[in-house]
């Protein structure tokens, strides 16, 4: 199988994988719906290797991501759906379209004007479509991240005009949420907490569109910073000979403060 080119060397091996008689056993018993969660979590080591900026991890990591892709593929074909070369045409196909500026001589538009249209190309094909729900918001997946789910639904919307003129009318509406969250606290009744809860994220992650900050990645690294300021407060204490439950609340507090001050 060397003598191949890469990619049909690994739609072989994937063939090999998934024979009925010779091939691997665990593969054998993948369905679609059983790949779902593993090409999540591809995905999500994909990004995780572009933040941490290591270019060989990253290289490994396309190279999983595409053996998933493989796979659905190869599911397909067997399914009698689409193969590999279907996918690949389909993306080829789907691109030019989207791309008239060029691939068929058209204005070449602004950054702003391309993500309008291209906004407009998607809408155009889900007009096109299976006569599913054809509204601004169609077509978002449920399965993405929430955070990234809500820009997207946001910067859908934003197209109708729904959407505040600046970044302080968004952190206006922040506080607001706040406030009623706030007032939700005496209730203790935890549907309507979730409820406010959401609403406030919901906001939050508008201020970031607004900014242009990636809201997943800037908590990405708010988790960062608060693992390695922990880990500091934990070997600060120990060198008290102390654990982290033996401290009061005050202490800890000092202790995240110097952690932080420690960082910078």
């Given amino acids: 199988m060397t003598d191949k080119f ?22 054998r018993e993948q369905t679609l719906g059983s790949l779902a969660p593993y090409t999540l979590e ?47 045409a389909g993306i080829a ?29 998607k809408a155009a094909e889900r007009r ?31 197209l109708d005009g729904f959407d505040w003129p600046r970044v302080e009318r ?9 406030q009623e969250l706030r007032e939700e606290l005496a209730a203790a009744d935890h549907d309507r907490l979730t409820h406010e809860v959401g609403d406030v994220l919901m906001a939050v992650t508008n201020v970031a569109r607004h900014l242009n900050v990636d809201p997943e990645a800037a908590l990405h690294g708010a988790n960062r910073r608060f693992e390695r300021r922990y880990a500091r407060m ?8 102390r654990a982290m439950r033996e401290a009061s609340l005050d202490e800890l507090e000092q202790l995240w403060q110097r952690a932080k001050a420690d960082e910078s």
């Fill in 93 to 121: 196909d789907k691109l030019v379209r989207r791309h008239p500026h060029v691939f068929a001589g058209a204005a070449v538009p602004g950054a702003g004007e391309h993500a309008q249209a291209w906004e407009a190309h």
């Fill in 170 to 178: 968004v952190l206006d509406k922040v506080m607001e949420e706040i």
């Fill in 234 to 241: 934990e070997a600060l204490i120990a060198e008290q000979g």
């Fill in 42 to 88: 591809e995905a999500y080591e994909v990004v995780d290797a572009v933040q941490r900026h290591d270019l060989e991890a990253l290289r490994e990591e396309l190279g999983d991501l595409l053996f998933q892709i493989v796979f659905f593929a190869r599911i397909g074909e067997e399914l009698g759906a689409f193969d590999f070369d279907a996918v690949a």
């Fill in 6 to 27: 890469p990619a049909q060397r690994l739609l072989e091996i994937m063939r090999r994988l998934r024979d009925p008689q010779a091939g691997c056993p665990w593969d």
């Fill in 128 to 158: 096109r479509g299976s006569g599913a729900d054809t509204g601004r918001l169609a077509g978002v997946p449920l399965g993405l991240p929430a955070l990234i789910r809500a820009v997207k639904l946001q910067d859908r919307a934003a």
